[in-house]
């Protein structure tokens, strides 16, 4: 556990805004390069590596997690010299007041979102302000100046910082999807200490916050029998409006997304060996990468093992480290099945 958290330290130090993920990949591909037998970059920037099995009739097995995280970009200069921006991916605008912000340049500048002080405004004003009126103080006394270090189209994410908290739980920007990023990297550590039968594909997936796009080209070049994506999903603290709890194990998705064979597979095997599991209800298609892969080429066989996640898109986002472990020794069991849907594929 404890090198787990060493490496999720380190993975949540790079930034991996959507469309913008080189870094953080080069860093995955740093970690998971000994322990495969290929690794290659495609051109939407996914990271793909592949695993090869030692059975005599093996499947093409697919781990997916995507590797991006929302962000902002700039928009506008004004003359006084701040900074108009939107969003890059799902952003509440009540996250962003008073907080700040990292820009992602070349020179790492600092700023803030700033905000009238509670003395100037109405009980009106309180409810926020849309994206497009809100604005990043850098410093900068004029357009001119700001010119000289920023540019229209780059990006910046709102300042974080990443620590433990109290029963293995950790904190940090971006946990959405590092900590699926994190159960494909062990898995991979595990996998290359034992036999396993199938055909292990790992796709670190760019641009999922933006349309699940890196899945739909990494599904399609990859063409796998069977596919998990790995992807974190709602968790509360205890509010009985969300049944999901970090610490409870991984959440195995039920729905029309989710091939039932497989699904029944998953669970069996987390009861066979102990592994704590929660279950929820999916009755539509919808946001993680197994939208898009269960309906490449001729069809994939698709399940969906997700992380619990509490206060997603925000930079307060919060795991529990055995989760991310109990999700990737799933992942492994899964890979030593001769048969993984209890019928032949």
Do not use: W
């Not at 992807?231 to 997304?257: C, E, H, M, R, Y």
């Not at 091939?259 to 279950?279: K, T």
């Not at 539509?284 to 619990?308: E, S």
Request: charged content about 25%.
């Amino acid at each position: 556990m404890k090198e787990l958290k060493r490496q999720l330290l380190r993975l949540c130090t790079i930034p991996s805004v959507s469309g913008f993920e080189d870094k953080f990949a080069d860093l995955l591909q740093e970690f998971i390069s000994a322990h495969v037998d290929a690794v290659e970059r495609d051109r939407l920037g996914n990271l793909i590596a592949c695993k090869r099995g030692s059975g005599r009739e093996p499947q093409r097995l697919l781990f997916d997690a995507h590797i991006d995280q929302i962000g902002l970009m700039i928009t506008a200069i004004e003359e006084n010299g701040v900074l108009r921006f939107t969003g890059i991916g799902g952003i509440n605008p009540l996250t962003l007041y008073g907080k700040r912000v990292r820009l992602l340049d070349r020179r790492g500048r600092a700023g803030v979102i700033g905000m009238p002080p509670p003395h100037l405004t109405t009980t009106d004003d309180k409810k926020g302000e849309p994206l497009h009126e809100l604005f990043i103080d850098a410093g900068f006394k004029n357009r001119r100046e700001a010119e000289g270090s920023v540019q229209v189209g780059d990006i910046a994410v709102v300042d974080y910082y990443s620590d433990e908290l109290l029963g293995d739980h950790f904190t940090s920007s971006g946990l959405d999807n590092k900590a699926g990023a994190l159960a494909l990297l062990t898995a991979a550590r595990a996998l290359s200490q034992v036999s396993h039968y199938h055909d292990v594909y790992f796709l670190f997936a760019a641009q999922e916050e933006v349309g699940l796009r890196g899945a739909k080209v990494g599904g399609f070049s990859i063409e796998p029998h069977v596919a998990v994506v790995c992807d974190v999903t709602f968790a509360d603290p205890g509010d009985a409006s969300i049944s999901v709890q970090t610490g409870k194990g991984p959440v195995l998705g039920k729905g029309p997304n989710f091939y039932p064979p497989l699904v029944r597979r998953l669970a069996d095997i987390a009861q066979r060996e102990d592994i704590p599991m929660q279950e929820e209800i999916e009755p539509r298609p919808g946001g993680t990468d197994a939208y898009y892969l269960q309906v490449t080429k001729r069809g994939v066989f698709t399940a969906g093992v997700y992380i619990p996640l509490r206060y997603m898109h925000s930079q307060v986002e919060v795991i529990q480290v055995k989760d991310v472990y109990r999700a990737a020794k799933l992942l492994v069991l899964l890979s030593k099945e001769e048969n993984m849907l209890g019928e032949q594929v």
